[in-house]
């Protein structure tokens, strides 16, 4: 059985889970200290929890069959593998290096946020754990707090350079807000969601992973760019100085013409959704793909084509790649009545056209 009793043989003491996000608007811009506006998607990963009275951690993740363990370690000995495991070893490895008192567990992983689509599973299992963690070991964390030791666990341990949107969005976000966050002071506030509209999302069926030498390269070219610009980061670029940047040498002067714009299309957006404005938050998103595949290089053909599918389909008012890049997921607004029949029309669509395996990850159709 790989419920908890039946790995571990008692009951879990704590349960706590964590969502997995879809980035609306605001691509490689929080590491840029930029602005992002996330929403929280109807998928989660749990993390059950039982406390030990040694220093051995063993934890299972269910979903990943016998790739998921069970796994064993000791507090202190934390070793980085290149597996699903750094996620859980880089968080007691940090909690404890900044001076909390933790002790032994076992922990039961279970998620139903995809792996590799875009949608953040990794920040959700570090939120959910962490969540889990401060329950049972009573450890003063506040949620941004617990959010900023995720991005931590990913730069320091995991090995991947993102920036903070995504433990924030996991922390911090719901389904029927977007969080309209400022990643250099940390600033958030909850836009509601139009009523008129629905978010869906399309996972193209090609996996990412944060933690490759293309992520880390893109976040190294905007750093170059900063330099170059005098300004220690990008966000501190506007549209006014657009001139300088295109002064800049190849490929940095695209880099940065990406992250100003597409800042300036966050607060765009951000207007849009206050007005209700789901046509302009649609051309919003439309600009913010070209960028992204012009630009940032950070497309394949595969989601340019289901970008493309979508922006022809009935009811769709735009579409983009959604997170990091070089596969994963797209983003879709739609209106409310026709959200899941495109999406499943743009799903089906793309598979005749390509063989891919695109499915959507949300809204389903009530007869999915």
Do not use: K
């Not at 320091?156 to 922390?171: E, H, L, N, P, T």
């Not at 966050?181 to 509209?197: K, N, V, W």
Request: aromatic content about 6%.
């Amino acid at each position: 059985m790989d419920d908890f009793a039946g790995l571990f043989g008692r009951a879990p003491e704590v349960h706590a889970d964590a969502p997995g996000r879809v980035n609306l608007i605001g691509e490689h811009t929080d590491y840029n200290g930029g602005f992002v506006l996330p929403t929280a998607i109807p998928r989660t990963t749990t993390v059950e929890l039982a406390r030990r009275g040694d220093r051995v951690v063993r934890v299972t993740s269910v979903d990943l069959g016998a790739a998921g363990g069970p796994r064993t370690y000791r507090l202190g000995e934390e070793r980085r593998t290149g597996e699903w495991l750094d996620y859980v070893a880089g968080c007691t490895a940090l909690l404890e290096a900044d001076g909390f008192t933790l002790g032994g567990f076992d922990a039961r992983v279970a998620s139903e946020v995809p792996i590799g689509s875009g949608v953040s599973s990794s920040a959700a299992l570090e939120v959910s754990l962490l969540r889990a963690l401060r329950a049972a070991f009573a450890l003063a964390l506040d949620d941004v707090a617990l959010a900023r030791l995720g991005q931590r666990v990913e730069n320091a341990f995991v090995g991947a350079r993102v920036g903070i949107m995504d433990q924030m969005a996991a922390s911090l976000a719901d389904t029927r807000t977007a969080l309209f966050l400022d990643t250099h002071t940390l600033a958030y506030e909850r836009i509601p969601l139009p009523s008129e509209g629905a978010v869906a999302a399309i996972d193209s069926g090609i996996p990412h992973r944060h933690a490759t030498g293309a992520y880390n390269t893109r976040r190294a070219e905007c750093e170059q760019a900063a330099t170059l610009l005098g300004v220690r980061q990008l966000r501190d670029v506007g549209l006014d100085d657009l001139p300088r940047v295109e002064a800049l040498p190849e490929p940095l002067r695209r880099r940065a013409r990406h992250v100003v714009s597409e800042n300036a299309r966050v607060l765009a957006a951000v207007e849009a959704l206050r007005a209700r404005d789901l046509v302009r938050l649609g051309r919003l998103l439309a600009a913010s793909h070209a960028s992204l595949r012009d630009d940032f290089e950070v497309s394949l053909p595969a989601i340019d084509r289901l970008v493309e599918l979508a922006a022809r389909t009935p009811g769709v008012y735009g579409a983009r790649l959604t997170g990091g890049g070089f596969g994963g997921a797209i983003v879709m607004i739609a209106g409310a009545d026709a959200a899941a029949d495109a999406a499943a029309h743009v799903a089906a669509a793309y598979q005749r056209e390509s063989g891919g395996r695109a499915r959507v990850l949300f809204p389903l159709r009530a007869s999915a």
